[in-house]
């Protein structure tokens, strides 16, 4: 049965400080995630316990060593993790979701509105297309992918999204990690945060210059 000890004892590892609403927003969010999943493909996982630890737990990993504020960027969404995830500890973010299939826009929306999230827009746009717009919205704080592949175009396209100082975070496999190197696609590293959990996934956190030289 899915309640807060369930949640609790699987998060564990991730060493999350989550309020009880903060729970009741994971659990009401997982519900729909494995409802929704019996009809439309979001996640090849089906067992609570490994659900709430690879998706949830890494997305929310991320709250444990940066504080996220402004405007968010999720790049490639799927079924929302990290970038509506993390909506669940920052409620203040604004949070931009780019998922190009509607069913999973859908999805997205549903638990945006369950959960009682605002400040939430689901667009359609691939990245190519948000990023190369006549008028780039370089405004984001901060953006966010996940399982995505093609970072040699992923991450200038993102960067051009970013503000001056803005921040990309990158959830990859250490062997994708270990082909960046220390400035790619206008975006410097400023760490890697390995992923609790005893696999080989690590987050791969960048910024954006300043300004240009």
Known sequence: MLNEVTV????????????????????????????WNEKINLT????????????????????????LKGRLLDIGSGAGFPGLCLK??????????LEPVAKK??????????????????RRERLEDFAGSAAPPAAYDAATARAVGHLEG???QAARCLRAGGELFLWLSR????????????VKRVRSLPVPGGGEGEIWCGRKAECST
């Open 44 to 67: 090849g996982i089906r067992d609570t316990p490994t659900c709430l630890r690879r998706h949830f737990g890494e997305s929310l990993y991320l709250g444990r060593w940066v504080e």
């Open 105 to 122: 826009r859908a999805f997205l929306k549903e638990v945006a509105r369950v959960c009682g999230m605002d400040s939430v827009e689901v």
């Open 154 to 156: 992923l991450i200038p």
């Open 88 to 97: 669940i500890i920052f409620p203040d973010l604004s949070v931009t979701l």
């Open 175 to 186: 062997a994708q990690a270990s082909t960046l190197g220390y400035s790619e696609g206008g």
């Open 8 to 35: 609790r004892q699987s998060l564990d590892p991730f060493g999350l400080d989550l309020s009880p609403d903060q729970v009741g927003q994971v659990i009401t969010y997982l519900e729909l995630l494995l409802r």
